[in-house]
């Protein structure tokens, strides 16, 4: 079985359509409905789209209801949620390493050690797997 996975951006990306689809993501989503892949996701990756979705809002892009539709969209989707504990170690070498923040080092080190595609809309995040 395929494992894949999402990172916050793509989550968002999937639902506001504020630039183009992350390759595979379309595909990945419904594979993962059907169980023939397994999605991944850290823990922190619900609060990061919650905190995206409230920027949205405050910014006058999204309106309450529908930040509140499509967090419950998000919370519907198929994911298995990851503890980052057993990962942080791997992380903050990943941050060092690319340059990038913990947060984005979190869904590096998740996908590297479940040897998992990682889907992101983060260009310095994608360019930074592709190095692996």
Same mark, same amino acid.
């Given at each position: 079985?395929r494992?894949?996975?999402?990172?916050?951006s793509?989550?968002?990306?999937f *639902?506001?359509?504020?630039?183009?689809l +992350?390759?595979g993501?379309? @595909?990945?989503?419904a594979?993962?409905?059907?169980?023939?892949? %397994?999605?991944? %996701? +850290?823990e922190?990756?619900?609060? @990061?789209a919650a905190?995206?979705?409230?920027?949205? @809002?405050?910014?006058? *892009?999204? $309106?309450?209801? $529908?930040?509140? @539709?499509?967090?419950?969209l %998000?919370?519907e989707l +198929?994911? $298995? %949620?990851?503890?980052?504990f $057993?990962?942080?170690?791997?992380?903050?070498?990943?941050?060092?390493?690319?340059?990038?923040?913990? *947060?984005?080092?979190i869904?590096?080190?998740?996908?590297s050690?479940?040897?998992?595609?990682?889907?992101t809309a983060?260009?310095k995040l994608?360019?930074?797997f592709?190095?692996?």
């Open positions: 079985m494992t894949v996975v999402l990172d916050t793509a989550l968002i990306r *639902y506001v359509p504020d630039g183009p +992350p390759k993501l379309e @595909e990945q989503v594979s993962a409905w059907r169980s023939e892949t %397994i999605l991944l %996701i +850290p922190l990756a619900l609060a @990061e905190q995206v979705l409230w920027k949205k @809002e405050k910014a006058g *892009y999204l $309106e309450s209801g $529908e930040v509140d @539709e499509i967090l419950n %998000i919370l +198929p994911l $298995e %949620i990851k503890g980052h $057993e990962i942080m170690p791997d992380a903050m070498a990943v941050a060092r390493h690319h340059n990038l923040s913990i *947060y984005d080092s869904f590096f080190a998740l996908a050690k479940k040897n998992a595609q990682l889907i983060d260009l994608a360019n930074a592709k190095k692996l």
